[in-house]
């Protein structure tokens, strides 16, 4: 019988138990909302820059299940805001139709990378895009409050 490990099960159902909440909140949002009263960016920004963000994890997960070091490129930026921006702006003529199908590809690739991952190894620690180590689980529960935090910020903006 092929199961499915229950902390990698339980790993996948509260991500997509907040994906789907996350999903029916932001289906409603404009996708030029203004997030930031301080800045330019909107809520299809956002949805891009988790988007990415967790493509990051992805890399790095799959770069540790190859043995391989991993480091975040932040392209000669001088800071992780400055980096946010740089690829902020290289997203920033995709619809909001793309965007959503990109931030639901990753999930996916997230999905099968939690799947794919060494039981014996759930708890090393690994290079994230956190900046720090983290082993699986914390890494991927990262995401869900990264993900959070930012759809937070957007109910703020609807609610401004």
Known sequence: ????????????????????????FVDTVSFDLKVHEDSNWIAKDLITHLTAFEQDMVEAIQTFMDGKPYRLDIRGQSSIDDFNEVRRQE???????????????????????????????????FSTPFLQKYNLIDAVKGCGIHEKIHITEIKSAVNR
């Open 91 to 125: 997203q920033a003529s995709i619809t909001w139709e793309q965007a959503l199908q990109q931030w639901e590809t990753v999930r996916d690739q997230l999905r099968g990378v939690i799947l794919a991952f060494p039981q014996d190894q759930l708890d090393i620690a």
């Open 1 to 24: 019988m092929n199961t499915i490990p229950t902390i990698k099960a339980d790993l996948i159902a509260g991500l997509d138990e907040r994906r789907a909440k996350a999903k029916a």
